[in-house]
């Protein structure tokens, strides 16, 4: 079973664990212009944010823009996620 495990950190993106340059983690405003505004989100990377976190992390440019995820074990090192037995 998947958990989240730590503190919800805004500026990482919570499948890799790289920053994710968004410009309210930054201390922006919500509205803010963003990078993220100019680019096609992938379905399928959007529904592999945990629920928990949906609506409060944004994902980093690689991660939003990719359309080949297979199944959990293509999550880089580093992300949010942690096997429990």
Request: proline share 7%.
């Amino acid at each position: 079973m998947n958990a989240i495990v730590g503190a919800i950190d805004q500026g990482i993106c919570p499948l890799c664990g790289r920053p994710n340059h968004c410009v309210v983690a930054a201390g922006g405003m919500i509205g803010d212009p963003c990078w993220c505004w100019g680019v096609r989100a992938a379905p399928e990377a959007l529904a592999r944010i945990p629920a928990a976190l949906r609506q409060k992390v944004c994902l980093c440019r690689e991660c939003l823009t990719r359309r080949d995820w297979k199944d959990m074990a293509d999550l880089p090192h580093g992300s949010v996620f942690e096997e429990q037995d």
